[in-house]
Structure formats: C-alpha cells, structure tokens
C-alpha cells in the first residue's frame, strides 16, 4: 500500500523554526518528484515548495522564499521542509504528495499520492 505520513508539526512561536517530514512507505521516493502544499481555514491549498527526483531541482512560493528549504534523503525514503522564521501567516494543514514524474510542480492536480497533513501553527 502506498503512503505517505507528514510528521513534525506543532505549535511554535512567530520567528520560530520546526521541520516536517514527509515519510514514504510501499514504495520508493527515488524516481518521484515531491511537493509540499498547505491549505488555511477558508482557503485554496497552495503550493510551497517542491523537489525533483534527483533533488536537484527545487523550486518555492515567494511567500517562503529565504525561509523555507526543502530537501530529500532518498535512502531514507523520506522529503523534509525546513521551516525558519515562521509567520503567523505560515499557519496551516501541510501536505507532501508524490508525483509519478521527476520533474516537480508547485500545481496541485500533478501529484497522484497525498499524505493526511500536518496542522502548523504560529502564533505567541
């Protein structure tokens, strides 16, 4: 069965950091290109940043830019998202998906595997 498990949310302070894991089991990550999304109350789910398959390409909203840094350990089958001076604004349910292609997109519709997200919220 394929999966996908996000991990390491929480409650941080603005100006704090906290890092997400995106973990994969039934298959591996090597070939497929992630994405991390997250969607606020009332709003669309939104793309943050996104990895190719090699981890060479990486690409992010300008929103996170300079804060936000994805990467991925492919021998431990599992995307991460440094998050660093979290915004009250960052606040959110995020999401990995995995897409059947190398090549990475920031749009939502290209990924065929979702995790159940991880609630990320900031505030004092």
């Known amino acids: 069965q394929l999966q996908l498990v996000e991990s390491g949310g929480g409650l941080v302070q603005p100006g704090g950091s906290l890092r997400l894991s995106c973990a994969a089991s039934?298959?591996?990550?090597?070939?497929?290109?992630i994405g991390w999304f997250r969607q606020a109350p009332g709003k669309e789910r939104e793309g943050v940043s996104c990895?190719?398959?090699?981890?060479?390409?990486?690409n992010y909203a300008d929103s996170v830019k300079g804060r936000f840094t994805i990467s991925r350990d492919n021998a431990k089958n599992t995307v991460y998202l440094q998050m660093n001076s979290l915004k009250p604004e960052d606040t959110a349910v995020y999401f990995c998906?995995?897409?059947?292609?190398?090549?990475?997109?920031?749009?939502?519709?290209?990924?065929?595997?979702w995790g159940q997200g991880t609630q990320v919220t900031v505030s004092s």
């Open positions: 998906a995995a897409r059947r292609y190398t090549i990475a997109t920031m749009n939502p519709g290209g990924y065929d595997y």
């Open positions: 039934g298959f591996t990550l090597d070939y497929y290109a």
């Open positions: 990895i190719s398959g090699s981890g060479r390409i990486t």
